[in-house]
């Protein structure tokens, strides 16, 4: 078979789009002043955080399901998801009248489960299985095949890869609209059916568009793939980045990839944790860390974005507000702003006072300090976390702290001594 025959054209995506236009929401595609402002050119955001289930997984979802034959649907469908693939399953079911089981890891957050429930309603059974999402979709698979159901996969698969496509169907005509043809456009890699979708369509509807992925330097699987010429099952990731943490991305996604895609960079965790918070306070966007890839990558590009129109895909939005400071923390760090040490305290009035006045600068500040004053000893170890105001000034810190304590231990890239102290 002949690559061309597995992979999606600009019509397979037209085609999805005439399907999905009276279903999903055609997201606005917004000029930021912010980003415009700060990059020196044009960026435009496309809104799919502003999606019905607030992420673009409900367009492959729903044309994947809608492209099965009535005996398939009629049998209903399995899928496994953390999150925003369950949503859209959940979502699509409920508007078509089909039976699905929802397969999803016990450590799911109580908030996505009932979202689930409720875009599904009497339609949807979720299933709690497995702590990973690796072993929820192994029992999931096990169940379709067992019941007879059609497994829908989260980005492997050509009607998912054509649904996702529409998100660039949209931005283009909307660009058309306005005379306009994007330059650069940025959209975020999981798995790789919005990537490929996008790219596909774009590759013949603009061909000078230059297609950039973004992944998340925790879990760069397109790139381990793009390098070895193959898919690639990454050993270990790093999970905050929940939407776009995949260890290993699809064969038909990276096929889709290795043709349209003209560039795969990854961005840290704590870079896209910044992003998420000014995108929060410049521009009122409530993202989640996968959303907010795309506009985080522009830092990256910053010198060739220069006077150019710029899309970035904003794929979602479904953010836990409870990692808002887990967030703040990350984006710290990023910065340089926070450091953590073990520092030997002299066992004595006084000590920390002594610490104050002659270790922190003026402008610095102490956001965690935890000690325990061991009997008989002339010092004793503390757990302290120092604020700065400026990063440049971390070396002059440490000099005082040299003078304070020798034997310091600075511990923000000792990620075992961090996880169990901080």
Same mark, same amino acid.
């Given at each position: 078979?002949?690559?061309?025959?597995?992979?999606?054209?600009?019509?397979?995506?037209?085609?999805?789009?005439?399907?999905?236009?009276?279903?999903?929401?055609?997201?606005?595609?917004?000029?930021?002043?912010?980003?415009?402002?700060?990059?020196?050119? #044009?960026?435009? *955001?496309?809104?799919?955080? @502003?999606?019905?289930?607030?992420? $673009?997984?409900?367009? =492959?979802?729903?044309?994947? %399901?809608?492209?099965?034959?009535?005996?398939?649907?009629?049998?209903?469908?399995?899928?496994?998801?953390?999150?925003?693939?369950?949503?859209?399953?959940?979502?699509?079911?409920?508007?078509?009248?089909?039976?699905?089981?929802?397969?999803?890891?016990?450590?799911?957050?109580?908030?996505?489960?009932?979202?689930?429930?409720?875009?599904?309603?009497?339609?949807?059974?979720?299933?709690?299985?497995?702590?990973?999402?690796?072993?929820?979709?192994?029992?999931?698979?096990?169940?379709?095949?067992?019941?007879?159901?059609?497994?829908?996969?989260?980005?492997?698969?050509?009607?998912?890869?054509?649904?996702?496509?529409?998100?660039?169907?949209?931005? #283009?005509?909307? *660009?058309?609209?306005?005379? @306009?043809?994007?330059?650069?456009? $940025?959209?975020?890699? =999981?798995?790789?059916?919005? %990537?490929?979708?996008?790219?596909?369509?774009?590759?013949?509807?603009?061909?000078?568009?230059?297609?950039?992925?973004?992944?998340?330097?925790?879990?760069?699987?397109?790139?381990?793939?793009?390098?070895?010429?193959?898919?690639?099952?990454?050993?270990?990731?790093?999970?905050?980045?929940?939407?776009?943490?995949?260890?290993?991305?699809?064969?038909?996604?990276?096929?889709?990839?290795?043709?349209?895609?003209?560039?795969?960079?990854?961005?840290?965790?704590?870079?896209?944790?910044?992003?998420?918070?000014?995108?929060?306070?410049?521009?009122?966007?409530?993202?989640?860390?996968?959303?907010?890839?795309?506009?985080?990558?522009?830092?990256?590009?910053?010198?060739?974005?220069?006077?150019?129109?710029?899309?970035?895909?904003?794929?979602?939005?479904?953010?836990?507000?409870?990692?808002?400071?887990?967030?703040?923390?990350?984006?710290?760090?990023?910065?340089?702003?926070?450091?953590?040490?073990?520092?030997?305290?002299?066992?004595?009035?006084?000590?920390?006072?002594?610490?104050?006045?002659?270790?922190?600068?003026?402008?610095?500040?102490?956001?965690?300090?935890?000690?325990?004053?061991?009997?008989?000893?002339?010092?004793?170890?503390?757990?302290?976390?120092?604020?700065?105001?400026?990063?440049?000034?971390?070396?002059?810190?440490?000099?005082?702290?040299?003078?304070?304590?020798?034997?310091?231990?600075?511990?923000?890239?000792?990620?075992?001594?961090?996880?169990?102290?901080?």
């Amino acid at each position: 078979m002949e690559l061309a025959d597995v992979l999606v054209s600009k019509s397979d995506v037209l085609k999805a789009h005439e399907v999905l236009k009276s279903i999903v929401k055609h997201t606005p595609l917004e000029l930021d002043p912010y980003l415009s402002h700060k990059y020196d050119c #044009q960026v435009f *955001l496309k809104r799919e955080d @502003l999606q019905w289930v607030r992420s $673009f997984k409900l367009r =492959g979802a729903y044309y994947a %399901i809608h492209c099965l034959t009535e005996d398939e649907r009629a049998q209903g469908v399995t899928c496994a998801s953390a999150g925003n693939h369950a949503q859209g399953v959940a979502y699509t079911c409920q508007k078509l009248g089909v039976k699905a089981a929802i397969f999803m890891p016990t450590t799911t957050p109580n908030q996505k489960v009932s979202q689930v429930k409720f875009f599904g309603g009497e339609f949807v059974d979720v299933i709690l299985t497995g702590d990973t999402f690796d072993a929820s979709a192994d029992s999931a698979k096990i169940y379709s095949k067992e019941n007879g159901t059609t497994f829908i996969a989260p980005f492997d698969d050509l009607n998912i890869i054509a649904g996702q496509g529409t998100v660039a169907a949209e931005v #283009q005509e909307d *660009l058309l609209a306005a005379n @306009l043809n994007a330059d650069f456009m $940025f959209a975020a890699i =999981g798995g790789g059916g919005l %990537i490929s979708g996008i790219a596909s369509f774009m590759k013949e509807a603009s061909p000078n568009t230059q297609l950039i992925g973004v992944e998340p330097s925790g879990a760069p699987s397109m790139a381990a793939a793009l390098s070895a010429g193959q898919t690639v099952n990454l050993p270990k990731i790093d999970k905050f980045v929940d939407g776009a943490a995949v260890k290993q991305v699809g064969e038909l996604t990276f096929k889709h990839a290795e043709k349209f895609m003209d560039d795969c960079i990854s961005v840290p965790e704590g870079e896209v944790c910044q992003t998420i918070l000014e995108m929060y306070s410049k521009q009122a966007i409530v993202a989640e860390p996968a959303g907010a890839l795309s506009v985080a990558a522009l830092e990256h590009y910053k010198d060739k974005i220069k006077g150019k129109t710029v899309v970035c895909v904003v794929s979602g939005g479904n953010n836990d507000i409870n990692r808002m400071q887990e967030i703040e923390e990350r984006s710290l760090l990023f910065q340089g702003l926070k450091h953590y040490f073990i520092v030997n305290f002299p066992q004595r009035p006084g000590a920390l006072k002594e610490f104050v006045g002659e270790v922190l600068g003026p402008r610095d500040d102490i956001t965690k300090f935890e000690y325990t004053k061991k009997v008989n000893r002339g010092n004793g170890p503390v757990i302290i976390g120092v604020l700065l105001s400026d990063k440049d000034d971390y070396n002059s810190l440490l000099e005082r702290l040299e003078v304070f304590d020798p034997s310091f231990i600075p511990i923000n890239d000792n990620q075992t001594l961090y996880t169990l102290l901080v």
